[in-house]
């Protein structure tokens, strides 16, 4: 290998990775439902038999005793019952899933010889068959799969590994080798034979049960060939969804049980990457990892947009990085090899809940369980801090041909596109930061939110305030404090009227069952209350303040303000409609038209007003392309619903109009707002 290898734990060798006592009781409780799941199913196939035998009995008996066509079909159907559900009952068997991802990319030993190799030591250290194929993807992940079948529980198949550039990305050397071994992990030793055999179980079982397409055009096919059939189909169709009823309430049983070995299995498999790459090295790559998640998705997002103007990216994973950079700036954590640096107090930033909970549906363990068992093993190795992509050759090369294979994948005519390269991006993105952008010491304050000037009455103004009333800690706090007993509250409501699977969690250190939500909540919602008078008191002192300092400033945001607050009510509820109508599948013809009545007739309405109002005061003559489409819209009579189906064009039109407007309000109120302040700039004290 012609780089550097990243060291294993010094003491890995003293440190016992075994399976758990609880990994080993989580087995033998997802084998108990297993068997119980067989024995009702083989019950079944029994029944099934038996219900063919019968029906080939009295199809044979009807067609001989009464010859006529009728009864040759009435016949055939009775026979064609009994097959259908023996078939049903035991298609899973022959059934092949591919694991088939049109986003993948196979790459050969030949293209990235240094990657094999690192992959193949890897291989060696945690006794684990080398990947039948390696395949690259530009998600933000790393996993092993295969493809299986009925027969996969019982005889070895090779498994694939699948690397993405998205995570690659995004983490150093070390971090890469642990994630890899971690999945490696899930392989690695014979007492994990066990885990596997049962995840193979739990999705035949799921594609028996939720898989059935196929079987379904098959019975229509059937069925459409006379009347009489038919009927019979329609006897299968109901005695199918019978058996499947029966299975899936065992199933929910032992996927409920598979969930908790499935958590156990995720806990395992850190533990072997931690002894060859460092539990360190793991943990940190968890929380890099969520960084660079929801910077790839912002980067997609970006992607999408630019579409729409008939432009591509040339590198999305170059693009991506900016995003992550960024990021780190704005959270102000120091970079390393140009890669974040994620400290304890920004970790401990992103848990702000007071509820801890074992959620029994969640197949993997949060990043704070892992974290704590990783540093519990106490396996940690020097930092190794040169960047992933240093296994890698011709790394932008392939960067930009994977970004070229997701427009293809999207089926995007490259011809039919100008592109844009990182610089433009990166000069797009600082130029998009700078306009929202707010002065430091005001940040923690006006970030997402825009005190209502209504608040400034005359004995508010008459006040004198210091900076130094205003800049304490406890303000400074305030708001994220606010939101997250918003959000608490928000999930003890939620368990407390049982929408939730939640039944017990911890609260404040300690326990509590479902039914001691409703209390807290009430506690919560007091608590609530308070932080928001308190932040009112807040927005009182930041206006009487700026007010004392630039009298002049205050009516030009006051005037945006209200322009926001008019649109902002008719456009969220819009938006929530919209929302509502994209995401939720198969809704009926009624349901759809009072969606649409409502959508039309009350908040479209509304909004059609505020546009007209804005256009006739002149608020748009230094946003033209706005007027242009505003104007455009007015001139229209969308209906959104025809012929019972929605029109898509119609809904995502207004959909951008009211995001347009909106973020340009926005701005127009944060322009007013840096306007005001600026004059207090020089005046004011920063906290010590």
């Keep these: 290998m012609n780089f550097p290898y990243p060291p294993k734990p010094l003491n890995a060798d003293r440190v016992s990775i075994a399976p758990s006592d609880q990994f080993k009781k989580e087995v033998a409780a997802v084998v108990s439902t297993i068997i119980l799941f067989f024995v009702v199913y083989i019950l079944l196939v029994i029944g099934a038999v038996l219900l063919a035998i019968g029906c080939f009995y009295l199809g044979g008996m009807l067609i001989i005793a009464m010859p006529k066509l009728i009864t040759i079909v009435a016949g055939l159907g009775l026979m064609a019952v009994g097959i259908s559900l023996v078939f049903f009952l035991i298609k899973f068997i022959f059934a092949k899933r591919i694991a088939a991802d049109p986003q993948l990319v196979e790459i050969t030993e030949a293209e990235q010889p240094r990657l094999f190799a690192f992959i193949r030591e890897l291989s060696r250290e945690t006794q684990t068959p080398f990947a039948k194929k390696i395949f690259l993807s530009p998600q933000v992940n790393a996993c092993v799969f295969y493809n299986s079948s009925f027969w996969s529980m019982f005889f070895p198949v090779r498994k694939n590994l699948e690397i993405g550039l998205g995570l690659v990305n995004a983490i150093n050397m070390g971090e890469f080798k642990a994630v890899v071994a971690h999945e490696f992990g899930h392989f690695s030793q014979r007492s994990m034979k066990l885990g596997s055999f049962t995840y193979n179980v739990n999705q035949v079982i799921h594609n028996m049960l939720f898989e059935n397409n196929s079987y379904s055009n098959f019975l229509s096919a059937w069925g459409n060939l006379d009347g009489l059939l038919s009927i019979f189909a329609s006897i299968t169709v109901g005695i199918a969804r019978g058996i499947q009823w029966i299975l899936r309430q065992v199933y929910e049983v032992m996927n409920k049980r598979y ?233 003890l409501e939620a368990i407390a009227s049982k929408q939730t699977t939640i039944k017990s969690f911890d609260f404040d250190g300690q326990k509590y069952t479902d039914n001691d939500a409703a209390v807290l909540a009430n506690q919560l919602r007091t608590e609530a209350d308070a932080l928001r008078r308190e932040q009112e008191s807040l927005d009182k002192l930041l206006l009487t303040w700026l007010v004392q300092e630039n009298p002049s400033g205050l009516s030009a945001y006051q005037q945006w303000h209200e322009w926001g607050t008019r649109f902002e009510t008719p456009a969220n509820k819009a938006i929530d409609i919209l929302h509502f109508i994209y995401s939720t599948q198969g809704l009926s013809i009624t349901d759809a038209e009072e969606k649409v009545n409502v959508l039309k007739g009350v908040h479209q309405k509304a909004l059609r007003v505020v546009w007209v109002q804005m256009t006739d005061q002149g608020l748009l003559s230094q946003n033209e392309s706005l007027r242009t489409a505003i104007a455009a819209f007015l001139e229209k009579q969308y209906v959104y619903l025809l012929d019972g189906q929605f029109r898509v064009d119609e809904l995502n039109s207004l959909y951008q109009l009211i995001t347009d407007t909106g973020n340009w309000l926005q701005l127009q109120k944060l322009g007013a707002l840096r306007q005001w302040i600026a004059p207090t700039l020089p005046v004011i004290k920063p906290l010590q």
């Design 259 to 491: 969930l908790g070995l499935s958590r156990e299995m995720e806990f395992h498999a850190d533990a072997v990457a931690a002894s060859v790459a460092g539990g360190n090295n793991l943990v940190t790559a968890l929380y890099r990892i969520e960084l660079a998640d929801a910077s790839y998705q912002f980067a997609v997002n970006k992607v999408n947009e630019a579409l729409s103007n008939k432009k591509a990216s040339r590198n999305l994973f170059a693009d991506q990085f900016t995003i992550l950079q960024q990021t780190a700036r704005n959270n102000e954590l120091s970079l390393s090899h140009d890669l974040p640096v994620i400290s304890n107090a920004f970790s401990a930033s992103r848990r702000t809940s007071r509820i801890n909970y074992k959620d029994q549906w969640a197949s993997h363990p949060t990043n704070e369980q892992r974290t704590g068992r990783l540093e519990q093993l106490g396996l940690e190795v020097t930092v190794s801090e040169a960047r992933a992509w240093e296994l890698f050759d011709a790394p932008q090369a392939l960067q930009e041909r994977l970004t070229n294979h997701l427009y293809t994948v999207a089926q995007v005519d490259l011809k039919e596109v100008s592109f844009y390269d990182n610089a433009e991006f990166k000069r797009e993105q600082e130029a998009t930061e700078a306009l929202w952008e707010l002065p430091g010491t005001y940040k923690d304050f006006f970030e997402a939110h825009y005190p209502d000037p209504a608040l400034l009455t005359s004995a508010a103004t008459e006040q004198s305030v210091t900076w130094e009333q205003i800049d304490t800690p406890a303000h400074r706090s305030l708001k994220e404090r606010l939101n997250s007993t918003s959000a608490d509250l928000q999930l």
